[in-house]
């Protein structure tokens, strides 16, 4: 018995610039997830190839892929996936402990995440006394800690009401103003607006993709 092979991507050729703020979005399964799965090094496609600062990513063995993606990639996700029984403080600093970052260096470092997202005054709180868009600050000063060239965010005001919403676009603006890369995957084309660089997804190919009209330096992905 023969099974088909359902092909979620198809013929997609995206290059992303150092420093670009691009939005990916589409109709729901139109491979917008999948793509930044792959962008992610999560997924692994069936052809094709994938570079990540010059190498490609698919001839690294997995010890290779999970450092690149450590030092390279941050991720903010729908859910916020905060540990309940960490202070914010503790939450942004745990991934410091795997990279065998000094406890001391880790919060000093986590500290300041956090009062670049907002929220100094609320380091001592646990995921609980913190509203949704205060979850997702956090969530944000967390991808940033291991300070990844790129940062890749899946409907990250998905489980945020719309008044919260400028809250966190504001916060990957300003990142993106000091020169880190998003990517921000997203269904609603009131958030895509707030990026520099528009790509449209549909039954997965790219059917659009608008870029401003300055471009960054350096090639990433």
Known sequence: MTYGVLGAL??????IHEGEF?????PSGSGKSTLLAVLGLLERPSVGTYCVNGQDAWRLNDGEQSRLRGETLGFV???FHLLPELTALENVARPLRFARVPPTEARARA??????????????????????GEQQRVAIARALVRQP????????TGNLPQSLWADILDVFTGL????HTIVL???????????SRHVILHDGT???????????PATLI
């Open 10 to 15: 198809k013929d997609v050729n995206l290059e």
């Open 176 to 179: 993106n103003q000091e020169g």
């Open 111 to 132: 500290a300041r995440l956090l009062d670049r997202v907002g929220l100094a005054a609320r380091a001592g709180h646990r995921p609980s006394q913190l509203s949704g």
């Open 185 to 195: 995957v997203t269904h609603d084309p009131l958030v895509a607006a707030r990026a």
């Open 206 to 216: 790219i059917t659009k993709d608008t870029r401003s009209s300055v471009e960054a």
């Open 149 to 156: 060239r790129m940062l890749l965010a899946d409907e990250p």
């Open 77 to 79: 996700f729908q859910q």
């Open 22 to 26: 691009v939005s990916i979005s589409g």
